[in-house]
């Protein structure tokens, strides 16, 4: 009975093809076979029996295993069972903490309805794969957990409708629990959301149009392990130009409040978005030739994978230089927002002051441009004899040989493009590949850098990650000179001695 329904379970997938609704019939079988196996005739059951002769294969690993499976059987039966003690308290937790784990992560790998038809992803990074080159540079999470993160990553994109694309952001450290980061781009209209410019200080004004600015990409969180994703809102204006005069770390509870001077307007889901935002305007690049403008989409800010990228990577040499690389996210002015308001859009809706006050300012701190280089960071704390800029170092690991592989070339160096000002934040690139990720406490830090070249002072909004070196000990003061009082000695015989003079009486 039992080969045969082994024999009849087997046929079945293999008839069928492994259809979800003859698995399930050939499961029940399957169930049916381990329940006969494990019968116990007074002797023992076949199934102890023949874990009992896998264990002893694996342990002793015999040359002929096949030949000497009958002769190791026929031991083991005469032998006496192992005494199986009772599993303690901690033993029993733990095998019901593994069969938790399985569980979940065969709910990332499984579909939720089996009978539906397959899903469509966007552009799904396999982070896998990315995680060898971060390995290179010292950052990485484990295969198990790079793992676990991919495929959640696929499942948050099976159950998002209008994904574009997907990849891992990073994970930002917290006092009692860290934070996932998965960053995605939806699917936008031609033309944006349509939503038309806002008017300066209106509520819509301090939230920029999603696809734009601080709000190019959409965020979703989770704690780690098998949690699922939350969205976080939308990054406000007012809650980045706050968060740059608070440093804070995070907790790990997206409802904590954020108790800071100044008063920031928030709970920790927003200075999180916030700290997001302003990481990304920084620190995410592209090699040089990756991107290039789309003009054709009518979203401001707007880039494209460049046609022939791959072809055109840049060499190595230029790869492991500043000038090889360019900042791939808008720039955030210092309200917060990647532009200035629109004054031909508006025309007709504001005063003259208002009007010049924007123009002012605007002229004050011009807009930049996508895909800047980077070495032209910091400019204001360049030293003279510097090539590149301050804010980040280029690092290269592995093999640095070139080799010719056909009419090409080929290299299996690895190199690294950190951040000073947001450490954490890390690119690495290796053959015509090339990742961004942030791994850190989202703060960022003056200490790496100079001091600015003309006032001495740190980096604008920046305190030390780590304490500094206290200043030298000041001297005592010295003693003021005793002096007699500079009343003249006439005045002092003419007063009357009273308490009170009578000119100052009579005022």
């Not at 896998?54 to 031991?75: D, I, V, W, Y």
């Not at 192992?82 to 095998?95: F, G, I, Q, Y």
Request: glycine share 10%; charged share 25%.
């Amino acid at each position: 009975n039992v080969l045969g329904l082994l024999f009849a379970v087997h046929w079945s997938r293999v008839a069928d093809g492994g259809h979800p609704s003859i698995m399930g019939s050939s499961e029940i079988a399957l169930e049916r076979v381990q329940a006969l196996l494990k019968v116990d005739a007074g002797n023992g059951s076949l199934y102890d029996h023949m874990v009992r002769v896998a264990r002893s294969l694996s342990s002793e690993k015999p040359g002929e295993a096949l030949a000497q499976l009958h002769a190791l059987s026929s031991q083991l039966k005469v032998a006496p069972p192992p005494e199986v003690s009772e599993p303690s308290v901690a033993e029993k937790a733990a095998e019901a903490e593994r069969k938790r784990c399985c569980e979940q992560a065969l709910k990332l790998i499984r579909p939720s309805d089996p009978s539906a038809a397959p899903k469509v992803l966007g552009l799904v990074q396999n982070f896998l794969e990315d995680a060898a080159m971060f390995e290179w540079a010292g950052v990485g999470f484990g295969r198990q957990e790079s793992y676990h993160i991919t495929m959640s990553l696929r499942k948050l994109a099976a159950e998002t409708s209008g994904l574009e694309s997907l990849r891992l952001w990073g994970k930002v450290l917290g006092t009692e629990g860290d934070y996932y980061v998965a960053e995605g781009t939806m699917q936008m209209p031609p033309g944006g959301t349509g939503r038309g410019p806002a008017l300066p200080g209106s509520p819509d004004d301090d939230v920029e149009e999603s696809g734009q600015g601080a709000n190019q990409c959409i965020y979703w969180v989770n704690c780690g392990g098998f949690s699922p994703w939350v969205r976080l809102p939308n990054a406000r204006a007012s809650h980045i130009v706050a968060s740059r005069s608070i440093k804070r770390l995070m907790t790990g509870n997206l409802s904590s409040p954020v108790e800071s001077t100044p008063w920031f307007p928030g709970n920790e889901r927003h200075l999180l978005r916030s700290q997001i935002a302003r990481i990304t305007s920084t620190c995410t690049l592209a090699v040089s030739g990756w991107y290039e403008a789309d003009e054709e989409s009518g979203v401001k800010n707007k880039i494209k994978i460049a046609e022939g990228a791959a072809e055109n990577f840049p060499p190595p040499e230029e790869v492991a230089t500043q000038g090889g690389w360019k900042h791939a996210a808008p720039f955030l002015l210092s309200t917060g927002k990647s532009s200035w308001p629109d004054l031909e859009a508006l025309e007709g809706k504001l005063t003259e002051d208002q009007v010049a006050e924007i123009q002012a300012k605007s002229e004050a701190e011009p807009e930049h441009g996508m895909l800047e280089d980077i070495s032209a960071d910091l400019e204001e704390m360049k030293p003279e004899d510097a090539e590149g800029s301050p804010g980040w170092s280029i690092k290269v690991y592995g093999d640095e040989g070139v080799y010719a592989a056909g009419d090409a070339t080929k290299t299996l160096r690895v190199v690294a493009v950190r951040s000073t000002i947001w450490p954490g934040a890390i690119t690495v690139a290796k053959g015509t590949k090339f990742a961004n990720l942030y791994v850190g406490y989202g703060m960022k830090c003056g200490s790496l850098v100079g001091p600015q070249k003309e006032s001495g002072l740190p980096l604008s909004g920046t305190n030390p990650m780590l304490p500094l070196a206290p200043d030298d000990i000041m001297d005592e003061p010295k003693d003021f000179e005793e002096n007699e009082e500079p009343n003249p000695i006439q005045d002092e015989a003419e007063s009357d001695k009273g308490d009170v003079d009578e000119e100052q009486e009579e005022a």
